[in-house]
């Protein structure tokens, strides 16, 4: 079986200005939003874990790789979609979570990493080796020495692959991303003022780069399995900025991309751009659109939301308090967003709540959090929100549940506000 996203670089060479979204999260009501997308729309599920998120020590899930892969196989078979239609990948897949050490002990690490990934049936890997780790030179990291860690991961996902199609004979062979100018996964962590676009011949040096030390490693053949490269076309956001896509900053970047026909680029931090400035970047040749932050993002502002109509609604001693709850929880935990968070007091509260960052994301999921969560949807099932109030607080999800499109229900109302984010992706790609 041909992967789905080796036929949309067939479509793409025929000229046919295809693409997907890839949706990065663990979120279990994000994915189960993605995958009734996928079953509605019928179109392939492009759904990324991230190296910190999901690794062989658990990461902050505490899912290994195959946790994971069988977590959304199972809501996948639950929704009706079926293993086919699902894209899984890993993403920032390299020694990012282990720059502080040697590179012996880090590519090791790394190595088991994408080793795991490809063996549990991943097949979209981000070979991110960008980085730089502890006993690594003074200056930036050059392309040679990316490359060849790149290509020391590569064999291993296709030892992991090899050893799965033993076992599952229909396995699909994974594509690959490479890429020397990765964006920070989930946004700047700095304000700025300008962002620059990937030069056409750093994007040049990285192609060239990549295919002589596949060579020179004895895996030129895997150049076959790269279908695209990260760049930064010039999109990016921070807690309270967005930059927004420029084609005519982007022009002579896209215009490179035109001699390799083999691959399209990866826009990583593409979240909180409009639907019209992604159609146009999957016109340019940026053909696979991340988006992570502004997932959970949708879903924390659709809980603050009804959190705030619970006011409104319900007795005070039955409340949820989802926001309060939040907070607490966040302040007790503060690993996941001082380091990101800057200001005083009242902009880091601020921060915490609103952030385009959305460091929520690390904190949705727990226990505490989830538990406040289900609380405040029941409460909102025994004390139903009337209409002129769900049009006050969630206009957009008031339409659809005007116009019958959406059940008035407090979860789908939450996944909703991960969906309002997903149609901006459905447009871009849709032909």
Known sequence: ?????????????????????????????????????????????????????????????????????????????????????????????????????????????????????????????????????????????????????????????????????????????????????????????????????????????????????????????????????????????????????????????CSALREYPEVCFEGHSTDYQSAECLKKMVEDGIAILKVGPALTYGLREALFAMSLMEEELVPDYKRANFILTLEKVMMEQPGNWQKHYHGDEKQLHLARKYSFSDRCRYYIGMPEVVASMNKLFDNLREYPIPMNMLHQYMPLSYAKVRDGLLPLDPKELAMDGVANFMLDYEYAVTL
């Open 1 to 253: 079986m041909k992967h789905p996203m080796q036929e949309m670089m067939e479509k793409r060479r025929q000229g046919i200005k295809c693409g997907i979204p890839s949706y990065c999260s663990a979120n279990e009501l994000v994915l189960e939003t993605a995958l009734r997308r996928a079953k509605l729309l019928g179109t392939p599920v492009l759904i990324e874990a991230t190296a910190n998120q999901v690794n062989q020590y658990g990461g902050y899930t505490g899912m290994l790789p195959k946790d994971f892969y069988e977590m959304v196989l199972k809501m996948a078979e639950e929704i009706g979609v079926p293993e086919h239609q699902i894209i899984l990948a890993g993403d920032h897949l390299g020694p990012l979570t282990w720059q502080n050490l040697p590179e012996k002990e880090a590519m090791e690490k790394s190595v088991e990493l994408v080793y795991q990934y490809a063996r549990a049936g991943f097949t979209k890997i981000h070979l991110d080796t960008s980085m730089k780790i502890a006993d690594d030179p003074e200056g930036l990291l050059s392309t040679e020495t990316i490359a060849r860690r790149g290509a020391k991961l590569y064999q291993a996902a296709m030892k992991g692959y090899e050893e799965l199609k033993a076992e599952k004979p229909d396995a699909m062979r994974p594509v690959f991303v490479i890429g020397s100018e990765v964006p920070i996964p989930g946004g700047a962590q700095e304000a700025e003022d300008t962002l620059a676009v990937t030069r056409p011949e750093a994007f040049q040096d990285t192609v060239a780069t990549y295919k002589r030390v596949f060579a020179q490693s004895g895996v030129a053949d895997g150049w076959n399995d790269v279908i695209a490269v990260v760049v930064q076309p010039g999109v990016e956001f921070g807690d309270d900025q967005v930059f927004l896509y420029d084609h005519d900053a982007a022009t002579e970047l």
